[in-house]
């Protein structure tokens, strides 16, 4: 019997309302404020694609394990495939459980979220979970990045992208970045770095290209850089080839580096060494086009 993890996001309705009560929420549903106003009907539509979904499931007879934790871990050793029912920030959260096993996002609310990387809707959720089952599903496969501190591997599993930043987002970043013969110390708000799934989203809105999507290049972009002494910075744009790595050695005491959102982060301390390269771990995602359109 196949085996299928079902990763389901946590809405913020379900959060704020349903599970901890929250009061201040509570009020603002109440009068119908326009920043929650929205919250009550992206819950029901989610809640009714997470039914369609685990119903199609039950029907085809496989063994369903349902997650309903997308940043927390899961095991996917025995399982055939994955499927996230949420948006990008679901199956992004979840992709780093997830090693040599297909995945099939469910963009559970199509008029709220993101679904860059879901092929699928309530609407033709049965017939492409049908197909993913069957091996029929066209798959694509995406480049990840590694990222190692001081020498140790801390993911091998970054899809998106990896944002290095002061802990402070008032303060300003420092740091000296390395790639082939060519060194600079920086000042900046920080920097993108990440695979070519992830160029079209803040590598993009930050000033850099949108790389195709089998692309194995990196991509790092600087976020508004400071040159008080106007040397002129080499290394603000820089495509990482994928036999080779980019070094960033921290002169900021108290830094953070998110790996695709703000669930997962490392501290990094001043004269800390981070490393970016190609994972040997990629990503089979399943239902999606080699060509795309901006997010």
């Not at 996001?9 to 119908?32: A, F, I």
């Not at 920086?186 to 799934?197: D, K």
Request: include cysteine.
């Amino acid at each position: 019997m196949s085996r299928v993890v079902v990763v389901a996001k946590h809405s913020l309705y379900g959060r704020y309302v349903e599970e901890e009560q929250d009061p201040h929420v509570r009020l603002l549903l109440e009068r119908r404020d326009p920043i929650v106003k929205r919250w009550r009907r992206a819950h029901e539509e989610h809640t009714r694609t997470l039914d369609e979904v685990l119903r199609v499931l039950c029907r085809t007879g496989v063994h369903t394990a349902l997650v309903e934790h997308p940043s927390g871990e899961f095991d996917t050793a025995d399982a055939d495939l994955v499927v996230t029912v949420g948006g990008d920030g679901t199956l992004l959260a979840a992709s780093h459980n997830v090693a040599g096993v297909p995945i099939l996002g469910v963009n559970s609310a199509p008029s709220s979220s993101l679904g860059f990387f879901c092929a699928a809707r309530r609407d033709n959720a049965a017939h492409l979970l049908r197909d993913a089952l069957r091996g029929k599903l066209k798959s694509l496969v995406l480049a990840r990045m590694q990222v190692t501190l001081n020498g140790a591997t801390r993911s091998r599993r970054v899809l998106n992208e990896a944002l290095f930043t002061h802990a402070s987002p008032a303060a300003t970043s420092r740091y000296i970045l390395r790639y082939g013969q060519v060194q600079e110390q920086q000042r900046s708000s920080g920097f993108w770095i990440g695979p070519a799934a992830g160029s079209t989203g803040a590598q993009h809105s930050a000033g850099g290209r949108i790389l195709p999507l089998v692309s194995q290049r990196l991509q790092l972009v600087v976020r508004e850089p400071f040159d008080p002494f106007e040397r002129g910075y080499q290394l603000l744009h820089v495509l990482v080839d994928p036999d080779r790595r980019l070094r960033v050695k921290s002169q900021t005491e108290d830094a953070r580096l998110f790996l695709d959102g703000p669930y997962l982060s490392l501290h990094v301390r001043l004269s800390d060494e981070l490393t970016f390269s190609a994972s040997d771990q990629p990503l089979t995602v399943l239902g999606l086009s080699r060509t795309r359109k901006r997010r």
